[in-house]
């Protein structure tokens, strides 16, 4: 059992609807990281935080995807318009520094149709 | 530009049988290198991991690595497999930033280990 907790598992949406994902990190973990799996084992880097701060994120990020980490909730990861590209598994990984190993999630599958 | 090469998509072997799994990385500095498992509709576990120091690293349910610097390798072994040990295996390279402070990970695309009986 991942003591990174994602939900839900699975999630189904139209094209243009919204997708909205949770993640709990490991107790203790300040460092979080969001990846997307693609179905050719592509993994993708979308955003990571440190303390709630937002670290690093890519330029795809920052237009429709929307991420945050608050102090006490957990974790999220929303886009805006989904589109059929954002077919994938969406992995959230927790960590105690961000050059160590990573603890992930058993993340949230999304299909959009 | 940092990658990892996992040259072999597809691995079966028999229950029984010994194990490796083959990961090449490009990188000029020294890398942090993990091999994960995925098992069917679960995210990553880590097997096992390198800093640095002894080049061979224990990881968890009998499996190893050889890091070697001079063949930009990280292999992973096993010397008797399990039907449970079927799943797709994940090289990762961590690697620091270009003038920053943060860690990127870069992943091979994975090998499907099938263990017959």
């Known amino acids: 059992n991942s003591k990174v907790i994602q939900t839900p598992r699975y999630l189904v949406k139209g094209q243009g609807q919204k997708a909205k994902m949770r993640c709990i990190p490991e107790k203790g973990h300040p460092v979080v990281f969001w990846y997307q799996q693609n179905k050719n084992n592509e993994f993708k880097f979308l955003i990571n935080?440190?303390?709630?701060?937002?670290?690093?994120q890519i330029d795809m990020t920052e237009k429709r995807f929307s991420a945050e980490c608050p102090s006490n909730s957990p974790c999220s990861l929303e886009i805006q318009s989904s589109e059929a590209g954002d077919s994938a598994l969406y992995l959230c990984?927790?960590?105690?520094?961000?050059?160590?190993?990573?603890?992930f999630g058993s993340g949230t599958r999304l299909l959009v149709i | 530009a940092q990658s990892v090469t996992q040259p072999d998509a597809r691995v079966t072997v028999s229950e029984g049988a010994s194990l490796q799994l083959r990961c090449k990385y490009s990188?000029?500095?020294?890398?942090?290198l993990f091999w994960y498992v995925q098992y069917p509709r679960q995210g990553l576990q880590l097997l096992l991991k390198?800093?640095?120091?002894?080049?061979v690293v224990q990881g968890v349910n009998g499996f190893e690595a050889e890091f070697s610097k001079s063949n930009s390798s990280f292999h992973l072994r096993k010397a008797s497999v399990h039907w449970s040990d079927s799943a797709v295996y994940f090289c990762?390279?961590?690697?620091?930033?270009?003038?920053?402070?943060?860690?990127?990970?870069?992943f091979g695309k994975g090998t499907l280990l099938t263990v017959t009986p």
């Open positions: 990188y000029s500095g020294t890398p942090y």
């Open positions: 390198y800093y640095s120091g002894d080049p």
């Open positions: 990762v390279l961590s690697i620091r930033n270009s003038g920053g402070s943060n860690y990127k990970l870069t």
């Open positions: 990984a927790s960590s105690l520094r961000v050059d160590s190993d990573y603890t």
């Open positions: 935080f440190q303390n709630q701060e937002v670290l690093q």
